[in-house]
């Protein structure tokens, strides 16, 4: 049975390596399977067995609407600005009171002080990692008809379309792309959606954005999906919050994972941890 693969934020040097949008699917896929290997067998060593039939690969469409790392964190503008602050509120300073209305403080000026904490809680990587997410996730949800938007959502459905897979395996940001694309084209059928390190339930910067939009709070499974199992570290950045059966109806399973306390939202731990070989064995 077919599976394919959905990928995350900061893949285009693969479509910069392999130049063309075949080759850097192709790249990836070999590297999906490595780490999927390594979940279902432990420490045997890759014999080059092939679990994932294509990755659906999407982000040179991103940079047609204008996802450039960001250079400079202390330099971005607003709408960025505004995003990312959202997003680092969430990852906990929302706890404390008052920290988007300090009266008098510049927007700079707050991103500031929540980036100092953010670093200062996650370490330089997630001033790394924020040059990506936010431009990327930015891009994407620009505008619900933004050319990068409805490119990607089709680059994804078409392999859907094709392949005909079993199972859709999504990794961050694709979790988003897949199920506005499932959404988008109902008559593909998958019976197993697996979300891994979703952004999908996250307020302000993704959750209310969604195609369909949420009704009364509530997100829902899309209709071309026999189950949907969604799996997170606890401690991913980007998955806010971990779990989605509260924000989505027909979220089948919500496993947490400890994967890395630093590597905690690469699609390689996620793979590799065996959370997910119960789900995918059936299909093998």
């Not at 067998?41 to 890759?46: T, V």
């Not at 047609?64 to 330099?75: F, V």
């Not at 409805?150 to 979790?175: N, T, W, Y």
Request: glycine share 10%; aromatic share 8%; net charge positive.
């Amino acid at each position: 049975m077919s599976i394919v693969g959905v990928h995350g934020i900061g893949k285009y040097r693969y479509f910069q390596a392999a130049g063309s949008v075949s080759g850097a699917a192709e790249a990836m896929r070999a590297k999906w399977n490595r780490y999927l290997h390594a979940g279902l067998n432990g420490a045997a060593p890759y014999d080059g067995r092939s679990y994932i039939t294509e990755i659906a690969y999407y982000a040179h469409l991103l940079r047609q609407g204008d996802a450039e790392p960001i250079r400079d964190l202390r330099r971005m503008g607003p709408e960025h600005s505004l995003l990312m602050a959202d997003w680092l509120t969430q990852l906990g300073l929302g706890r404390l009171d008052g920290v988007r209305a300090v009266a008098g403080e510049s927007l700079t000026g707050m991103l500031r002080r929540l980036a100092e904490w953010a670093v200062g809680r996650f370490g330089p990587r997630l001033e790394e990692f924020a040059r990506n997410f936010v431009p990327e996730v930015a891009a994407y949800l620009a505008a619900p008809d933004a050319a990068a938007r409805v490119r990607a959502r089709d680059a994804v459905a078409e392999v859907i379309r094709r392949r005909r897979p079993a199972v859709v395996v999504a990794h961050s940001l694709g979790s988003v792309v897949t199920y506005e694309a499932l959404w988008a084209h109902p008559g593909l059928r998958v019976e197993l959606l697996v979300t891994m390190g979703s952004p999908l339930g996250m307020r302000n910067v993704v959750f209310e954005r969604l195609l369909p939009a949420p009704l009364n709070g509530r997100g829902e499974r899309p209709p071309g999906v026999g189950r949907w199992v969604n799996i997170a570290d606890k401690d991913d950045i980007v998955a806010i919050p971990a779990t989605l059966s509260d924000r989505f109806a027909g979220v089948d399973a919500d496993e947490l994972v400890n994967i890395d306390w630093i590597d905690f939202h690469t699609v390689e731990k996620y793979l590799a941890c065996g959370a997910l070989n119960r789900h995918l064995k059936p299909y093998l």
